[in-house]
Nanobody, 129 residues
Framework: QVQLVESGGGLVQAGGSLRLSCAAS????????MAWFRQAPGKEREFVAA????????YYADSVKGRFTISRDNAKNTVYLQMNSLEPEDKAVYYC??????????????????????WGQGTQVTVSS
């Protein structure tokens, strides 16, 4: 079992920044691929970013590339999502997710929520215009 706890959400003006944290605990959590997803009201959950625990390789959705940065602190078993230049369209509940090491075709990450094994409870991000 892996437990994930997110924090850092809140209200910010457009153009502002927030940093989300995801604290992971449990067996073998250090070997998992970690990702952030988000879900806006009435919309499906969508992929935001992913990071491998080994090597720190990352991947981003086009909608956040250049504005968001995913990182991790292995010593703290924590994954971060630094969000800059926030836009009203970024408003959503943000979820941290963990996936046991897998290969999806030629990639190490999946964009599909159902491929992930563990989820946090979510943290609300609201961006005012």
């Amino acid at each position: 079992q892996v437990q994930l706890v997110e924090s850092g959400g809140g209200l910010v003006q457009a153009g502002g920044s927030l940093r989300l944290s995801c604290a992971a605990s449990g067996r073998a959590s250090s070997s998992y691929t970690m990702a952030w997803f988000r879900q806006a009201p009435g919309k499906e959950r969508e992929f935001v970013a992913a990071i491998r625990w080994s090597g720190g390789i990352t991947y981003y959705a086009d909608s956040v590339k250049g504005r968001f940065t995913i990182s991790r602190d292995n010593a703290k078993n924590t994954v971060y999502l630094q969000m800059n230049s926030l836009e009203p369209e970024d408003k959503a509940v943000y979820y941290c997710a963990a996936d046991s090491p897998n290969i999806y075709g030629s990639t190490w990450y999946s964009l599909r929520p159902h491929e992930y094994d563990y989820w946090g409870q979510g943290t609300q991000v609201t961006v005012s215009s």
